[in-house]
């Protein structure tokens, strides 16, 4: 009866979720990118649904299927991915960015394969834009706003700086030197911080975690 009753929570929600890598290419056969399956972002769009909101999900490259239910966006850059999100954001009520954002991209793209040369390569890299950072700029009073971040010291005080330079309502921390959380495993360990305080959340399944990250964001919305 419970679970009946917790299915439809989130009904009126319209969210956006973020997950897995971005790709930079570097010529055609090689690119940058970051360590991330899009798990724990697939988890949050699933459990969404399952909790009655409408999702749209946009993902990096990752081996994961569409979701049933789900609206899913595939792109590969981080500019495709800003693209992707800001045409869709003025009217969600919440967005979570749990994608691994390459934070620097080439900054030339060669047409043609790069050559072996005896000296070795040097690669001139600039920044991608900072979606997240640049949603936190731009919000409206009912959007509330969910990053991540995996740091693998001072997460707390990382996440807190974080938190208020982004202008965002949630962070979800990642200890990434753990070898039960974190890449490409089924659970994760994780801390959430908002601006009341922090909680660490025990090990747990992607799916539990994902849960008790929309408890938090029900909680959040429902702050006088
Ligand atoms: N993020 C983003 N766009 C970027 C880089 C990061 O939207 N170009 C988002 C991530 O999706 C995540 C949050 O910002 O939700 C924090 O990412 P993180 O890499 O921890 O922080 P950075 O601000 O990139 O700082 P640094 O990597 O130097 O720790
Ligand atoms: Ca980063």
Known sequence: LLSLFQAADLRDYKVLITAGPTREPLDPVRFLSNRSSGKMGFALA?????????????????????????????????????????????DMDVIIKSAAVADFKPQAYEEHKIKKKETGLRLELVKNVDILQKLGQNRHPHLTLVGFAAESHRHVEEGRRKLREKNLDLIVMNDILGSTTGFDVETNQVTLIDQQGSTTLPLLSKEKTADHIWDKIVAIRRQP
């Not at 009655?52 to 239910?69: F, M, Q, S």
């Not at 789900?70 to 992707?84: G, L, N, P, Q, S």
């Open 46 to 90: 699933r459990t969404a649904r399952r909790r009655g909101a409408d999702v749209t999900l946009i993902t990096g490259p990752v081996h994961l299927a569409d979701p049933p239910g789900i609206e899913v966006i595939r792109v590969t850059t981080a500019v495709e991915m800003a693209r992707a999100v800001f045409d869709r954001a003025t």
